[in-house]
Structure formats: structure tokens, C-alpha cells
């Protein structure tokens, strides 16, 4: 009986007590609790315009920039007409007069030659020096 009675009292030394460990984290936690600063979020400022003041409408994007098409064949177009390579230079200088901040967006088919693009490019810095032209690809 002894041996029983020895190995018993053993095992219960070997139990750790939790006790006082489950009172130090949860008097932690609630001094974490009480001393966070929690963060106010803030609200987005949305400028909504007023019912009364009429609203502007959007410029026209046909009006904004200068388009010229260029197909397979050489052919140059602004809008639905055809265009002669050299009144280009005039015509670009007309839609510039009427829109200043435009720029130049040829549409330039995969085919077509660098010398239209080259002409084209050349007028409309004839026109104003510091016009922006841009080169846009295009297939069929």
C-alpha cells in the first residue's frame, strides 16, 4: 500500500497549478482594454453639388482632339472625307484655331507608309511647334 500511496502523492507534485497564471493574463487583458485608444473613423467629405446651379455639360470629345486616318492604301482622312496630303497643313491649322489644346491623333493602319505619317506629323508642327502628335495603329 505504501507503494500506491507514494506514487499518488508523486503525481499530484507533478500537476502544474494554472490558477495563478489565468489571473495575471486576464488581469492583462483588461488593462490592454481599458488603456487602448481606439480609432475614431472618419468620415469621406463629399462636395455635392447643388440641385439649384446648373450643371456644366461635358465638353464633346469629337471637338477635343484633331483624329486623321490613314488606311492601307495611303489615303488620308479627317472624318468622313478624303484629304490630299497637302492641304493637310490647313486644315489642321483650321480645327487647332477652334480648339488650342488639341492634339493630333493619327490613326495609322498597319500597312500604311512611315513617309504619311512622316507628312502628316511634319504639317501639323508646321501648324504649332509644340502640338502633340500621337500615333495610333489601326487594322481593318
Same mark, same amino acid.
Given at each position: 500500500?505504501?507503494?500506491? &500511496?507514494g +506514487?499518488?502523492?508523486?503525481?499530484?507534485? @507533478?500537476d502544474?497549478d $494554472?490558477?495563478p497564471m489565468l489571473?495575471?493574463?486576464f488581469i492583462? $487583458? %483588461?488593462?490592454?482594454i481599458? /488603456?487602448?485608444s481606439?480609432? +475614431?473613423e472618419?468620415a469621406l467629405?463629399v =462636395?455635392v453639388?447643388?440641385p439649384d446651379?446648373?450643371?456644366? /455639360?461635358?465638353?464633346?470629345?469629337?471637338?477635343? =482632339?484633331?483624329l486623321?486616318s490613314?488606311n !492601307?492604301a495611303?489615303? %488620308?482622312?479627317?472624318?468622313?472625307?478624303r484629304i490630299d !496630303?497637302r492641304?493637310v &497643313?490647313? &486644315?489642321? @491649322?483650321?480645327l487647332y484655331?477652334e480648339n488650342p489644346?488639341? %492634339?493630333?491623333?493619327?490613326?495609322a493602319? =498597319?500597312?500604311?507608309? @512611315?513617309?504619311?505619317?512622316?507628312? %502628316?506629323a511634319?504639317a @501639323?508642327?508646321?501648324v504649332?511647334p =509644340?502640338?502633340?502628335?500621337? $500615333?495610333?495603329p489601326?487594322?481593318?
Amino acid at each position: 500500500m505504501s507503494r500506491r &500511496r507514494g +506514487k499518488a502523492v508523486e503525481e499530484e507534485k @507533478a500537476d502544474i497549478d $494554472l490558477t495563478p497564471m489565468l489571473d495575471v493574463v486576464f488581469i492583462m $487583458l %483588461i488593462f490592454f482594454i481599458v /488603456t487602448a485608444s481606439f480609432v +475614431k473613423e472618419k468620415a469621406l467629405d463629399v =462636395n455635392v453639388p447643388d440641385p439649384d446651379q446648373q450643371v456644366e /455639360t461635358p465638353p464633346d470629345p469629337d471637338k477635343q =482632339n484633331i483624329l486623321i486616318s490613314v488606311n !492601307s492604301a495611303d489615303e %488620308i482622312w479627317m472624318g468622313p472625307t478624303r484629304i490630299d !496630303s497637302r492641304a493637310v &497643313r490647313a &486644315r489642321i @491649322a483650321q480645327l487647332y484655331a477652334e480648339n488650342p489644346q488639341a %492634339i493630333v491623333i493619327i490613326r495609322a493602319h =498597319n500597312k500604311s507608309s @512611315a513617309d504619311t505619317y512622316v507628312t %502628316i506629323a511634319d504639317a @501639323a508642327k508646321e501648324v504649332n511647334p =509644340n502640338i502633340q502628335v500621337s $500615333l495610333v495603329p489601326y487594322e481593318d
